[in-house]
């Protein structure tokens, strides 16, 4: 009987954390007209603030959720390696293109900029990661500048800029990315490779010149 009990508890507090979130994914998607606090959520939730500072103490946890469950609603996924940036990047932008009223709603409120926040800071960890064979060796500012291009490339904002101040459809703005993304992995060999030639020559240089003086 307490299992069952304990279970029912679960599945009703599961459930009015899920209202929560629907709630506040709602006001997100209002834009900037729309109210983003956990009183305007209880408000229209039809519960107690209490209740949503329970579920969400505070307003870091609540857009962590509801980060996470934006980058569900649109498939927003990192990549690992070098050569998971263009395929990604292209079906990141098309689930854009996908889910265009929620982003662009995101993308206009105030509240929704400090949720993709959560993004960038995944997407910089990510892109670290990912780009560490090319940018290794490199100064720690010069990695966090290329770093910093390439987050603000993969994103909704660049996509909002290439739909519409580029005027590109949703397949063109794609390419584009893809093209953009490309251009930049190149430049960061070019400017990474000479880089490690020489430091690895120097080095050699070094171990010799030490064997000499032993």
């Known amino acids: 009987m307490k299992a069952e009990v304990s279970n029912l508890r679960d599945r009703q507090a599961a459930a009015t954390r899920e209202q929560i979130l629907e709630v ?13 606090s956990h009183e305007s959520i209880a408000e229209a939730a039809g519960m107690g603030a209490r209740t949503v500072y329970r579920y969400f103490p505070d307003r870091a946890t609540l857009l962590q959720a509801l980060w996470e469950r934006l980058r569900e609603a649109t498939k927003t996924r990192f990549p690992s390696t070098e050569e998971e940036i263009l395929p990604m990047a292209r079906t990141v932008f098309r689930e854009f293109d996908a889910n265009e009223t929620l982003v662009r709603a995101v993308l206009n409120s105030p509240a929704g900029t400090e949720v993709r926040e959560r993004g960038g800071v995944e997407g910089r960890d990510a892109f670290l990661r990912s780009l ?8 720690e500012r010069e990695k966090a500048r290329i770093i910093a291009v390439f987050v603000s490339v993969y994103s909704a904002p660049f996509w909002q800029l290439l739909r ?9 703005a794609e390419k584009a990315v893809s093209w953009a993304l490309e251009t930049l992995i190149a430049a960061a060999k070019n400017i990474s490779g000479p880089r490690l030639v020489k430091g690895k020559k120097e080095s050699k240089k070094r171990e010799a010149e030490k064997s000499k003086g032993k």
Do not use: V
Request: charge should be negative; avoid cysteine.
């Open 24 to 36: 506040a994914m709602h006001q997100l998607g209002q834009g900037p007209r729309g109210t983003f």
């Open 132 to 139: 560490e064979p090319i940018l290794d060796g490199l100064p």
């Open 164 to 172: 519409d101040r580029g005027q590109l459809a949703g397949p063109e």
